[in-house]
């Protein structure tokens, strides 16, 4: 008897293609921010498109150019990277289930294993619409995210000084951006606040990006006091993607 999933109509291949798409182009557009905010904050045009190509996750990139823009030292701005870029790992126990590769395919599959691409295919019911969504929302948003950091680059060398647009402002928007559509349960919130607690009352007295990684580490503290407690996750209408992130 053959264990292949059968292959999916037409229709069904558009629809997870244009649900792909439209992801990947507004997530993409999001990147001429993170571009702007870099070079705002001593990085060059070539060390900001890097980044984008290498890290290619929107929090941790935004978290280095915030903690190094505010003076931190390197090592901070890694730290502080590395902790929000874990996510991704455990995305990857998710996706493996149904991508199913190796080799060269699986480095690729593990570069664009960020939050819309994970999202938008573990949200197909079929195993072959998972694949497709998986793969076309991640190369989308990888194109589309490093030409518009390569724009926002260019744009933000050409503006000036970017406290006179509030571009200083960029980087805690977009946390805050990152952080929303997570605050859906009560044990969200109450660590969300926990984290800004300890960061607000850490800033005066610690160098730039320690209070991050202090925020963080409070965060992981009380993921391992609720051990196996889980909440059930809010229903979702169709076409809806429950837990999409604006960034990667």
């Known amino acids: 008897m053959s264990t292949e999933p059968p292959a999916l109509?037409?229709?069904?291949?558009?629809?997870?293609?244009?649900?792909?798409?439209?992801?990947?182009?507004?997530?993409?557009?999001?990147?001429?921010?993170?571009?702007?905010?870099?070079?705002?904050?001593?990085l060059s045009v070539?060390?900001?498109?890097?980044?984008?190509?290498l890290l290619f996750s929107g929090g941790s990139q935004f978290a280095v150019v915030g903690v190094l823009g505010a003076g931190g030292s390197g090592v901070a701005a890694v730290l502080t990277s590395t902790l929000l870029g874990?996510?991704?790992?455990?995305?990857?126990?998710?996706?493996?289930?149904?991508?199913?590769?190796?080799?060269v395919r699986r480095l690729a599959a593990a570069q664009i294993t960020i939050d819309e691409s994970t999202a938008v295919g573990v949200a197909q019911p079929e195993r072959p619409a998972q694949r497709i969504g998986f793969w076309l929302t991640g190369i989308a948003v990888f194109i589309?995210?490093?030409?518009?950091?390569?724009?926002?680059?260019?744009?933000?060398?050409?503006?000036?000084?970017?406290?006179?647009?509030?571009?200083?402002?960029?980087?805690?928007?977009?946390?805050?951006a990152l952080l929303w559509p997570r605050l859906r349960s009560g044990d969200a919130a109450a660590t969300a606040v926990l984290a800004v607690f300890v960061a607000l009352v850490t800033s005066p007295l610690l160098p730039p990006g320690v209070p991050v990684i202090l925020a963080a580490l409070a965060a992981v503290v009380v993921g391992l006091r609720r051990g196996g407690r889980h909440?059930?996750?809010?229903?979702?209408?169709?076409?809806?993607?429950?837990?999409?992130?604006?960034?990667?």
């Not at 291949?13 to 905010?37: D, K, M, N, P, W």
């Not at 490093?146 to 060398?157: Q, S």
């Open 9 to 42: 109509s037409a229709d069904r291949r558009r629809e997870v293609r244009r649900q792909a798409l439209s992801v990947g182009a507004a997530t993409g557009a999001y990147g001429i921010s993170f571009g702007a905010l870099s070079v705002a904050s001593g």
């Open 231 to 248: 909440e059930a996750p809010p229903t979702s209408r169709a076409g809806e993607l429950p837990g999409a992130d604006p960034v990667p």
């Open 86 to 103: 874990v996510r991704n790992g455990l995305y990857a126990l998710q996706t493996s289930r149904f991508l199913g590769v190796t080799g």
């Open 46 to 53: 070539w060390q900001t498109q890097a980044l984008s190509l």
């Open 144 to 176: 589309g995210w490093n030409v518009m950091t390569l724009v926002g680059a260019l744009v933000g060398n050409a503006i000036g000084d970017p406290r006179t647009y509030g571009l200083d402002a960029a980087a805690a928007a977009a946390f805050a």
